[in-house]
């Protein structure tokens, strides 16, 4: 199945705030999360049935330090200190994908920042649920 795009200003924000102004987001905009650790964005998704799935993680950092965070998966470290580094600049967005594993159904995906600096700004995640099956939006 195609993966499913989630925008991070439609997710639940703890210490941040939906923003617009770096160019080339998707969506309404994007989450610039405070400068701090534990700031963090939580995504509900769905999947057709339980197994791996791959998450995209569409960012831009303008500073020079990656801006770890932890990805956290119904509540469980999936991906301890995933980096997301310097991209030169809060205009130049890329992405980082790592594979996990869902329930079938409604699945919680929350990004945490590990560091000081907070995350990097968020755009989106897209899942790849990799079942054959359509997917759906939670
Ligand atoms: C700047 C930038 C923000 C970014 C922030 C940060 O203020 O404009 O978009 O989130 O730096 O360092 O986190």
Do not use: C
Not at 57 to 72: D, K, V
Request: net charge negative; hydrophobic share 35%; proline share 4%.
């Amino acid at each position: 199945a195609a993966p499913v795009q989630y925008q991070a200003e439609s997710a639940s924000i703890s210490n941040g705030l939906v923003e617009s102004n770096h160019a080339g987001f998707t969506g309404s905009g994007f989450v610039n999360y405070d400068n701090e650790v534990g700031s963090s964005v939580e995504f509900t998704v769905n999947a057709g049935t339980a197994g791996p799935a791959t998450l995209t993680f569409r960012f831009a950092n303008g500073q020079t330090a990656n801006r770890p965070m932890n990805i956290l998966v119904n509540g469980s470290v999936a991906a301890s200190q995933f980096s997301f580094p310097s991209t030169g600049a809060w205009t130049s967005w890329t992405t980082r994908s790592t594979t996990v594993t869902l329930n079938a159904g409604s699945n919680k995906i929350k990004t945490v920042a590990t560091t000081y600096n907070g995350g990097p700004n968020l755009d989106r995640v897209d899942v790849d649920a990799q079942t054959g099956t359509p997917d759906t939006v939670a």
